[in-house]
């Protein structure tokens, strides 16, 4: 580690540019090299072998996922109309691609959003009920008609801050130019590295100095209608994991805010109690990441194939979905 003496601000964190064009003009540390900084000042700024080394540390033990809690999610409608609900449920996930995100009203899911690793899908209960359905490679194809969700459900791992850094010394992960962390905003210290922009969007994300957890993260979704999503992630708590020790359970945060910063929705997730089982403690049960039997306890009214233009569509012509 590296350490660089600044006047330290309440708000500092380490900042993770997963693209070099984004810290253009990133101002630098006003106090650098400021003799009359105290030495117990100082911040200690990690190299990207050791924020990777942490990050791909804690990420690696998360294999499945469960929690409760309150949520909030507002999303903009076909005709412009905005629409909001609130209510209590669940998120649980199997990474990379297997997610349930659901939301009860009265006891009954009203909302069920999810993917597995083909296929990805939105459920609406209520007096109108309907279903959307597509394939994942379909997800940013010209032909396909969006998701009304803010958040799409593959992006859902991403904004939790449950990413695995590029390991710089494997030649198959490493993109030019080499991995390096460098001074960002007063207080903030930055990692670049320039992904490839023809298979991946630009991502970025911040880290706490202190414990090298993740407390904020943004990318770029391209896609006929482009847009940029962020995440701000707090209150972190300890995840149990069976086979664990407390002192080894992965932090995991219970607070997330997730924002559409171009289509004005967001998804507001207030966690609890996570965990690799159930609240019941028994092991996730695969069934919450199949499409047929979400849909058969969804029953919707109509389910809309939003790539039945695409050359391969979730559903083939001809085929009820």
């Keep these: 580690m590296r350490r660089i003496r600044c006047n330290r601000h309440t708000s500092m964190t380490v900042i993770c540019l997963l693209a070099a064009v984004l810290l253009v003009g990133v101002a630098g540390c006003n106090g650098l090299g400021d003799k009359d900084v105290p030495a117990d000042d100082a911040i200690v700024i990690p190299t990207y072998e050791e924020l990777a080394a942490s990050q791909n540390g804690r990420v690696g033990k998360i294999t499945s996922y469960w929690a409760r809690g309150t949520f909030e999610v507002k999303w903009r ?19 990379p691609n297997r997610i349930a995100l659901t939301l009860s009203k009265l006891g009954e899911e009203f909302l069920w959003a999810g993917c597995d690793d083909e296929r990805f899908w939105l459920f609406l209960g209520g007096d109108d009920s309907i279903g959307y359905v597509g ?6 194809h010209p032909a396909a008609d969006l998701l009304p969700l803010p958040v799409h459900p593959l992006d859902l791992l991403e904004l939790l801050g449950l990413f695995a850094l590029p390991d710089a010394s494997n030649p198959a992960d490493r993109l030019p130019p080499t991995p390096e962390v460098v001074l960002g905003h007063p207080g903030r210290f930055g990692l670049r590295y320039n992904w490839d922009q023809h298979e991946r969007p630009y991502r970025f994300a911040s880290f706490n100095p202190d414990t090298l957890l ?71 049960n695969n069934r919450l990441f199949d499409y047929k039997t979400v849909k058969r306890k969804m029953r919707p009214g109509t389910v809309v194939v939003l790539d ?12 009820s979905p």
């Design 135 to 140: 394939r994942n490679e379909n997800v940013s």
């Design 308 to 319: 039945a233009r695409c050359p391969v569509p979730a559903v083939p012509l001809g085929e």
């Design 214 to 284: 993740p407390d904020w993260v943004g990318f770029y979704v391209p896609g006929r209608e482009p847009r940029r999503l962020s995440a701000s992630l707090t209150q972190y708590a300890s995840m149990s994991i069976v086979g664990l020790n407390p002192g080894e359970y992965p932090k995991v945060p219970e607070w997330v805010e997730i924002n559409d910063d171009d289509h004005r929705g967001w998804i507001r997730l207030s966690l609890r109690d996570p965990s690799d089982r159930t609240g019941s403690g028994r092991e996730i």
């Design 77 to 95: 409608e076909a005709d412009g109309s905005t629409r909001t609900e609130i209510g209590d449920g669940h998120l649980v996930f199997k990474p």
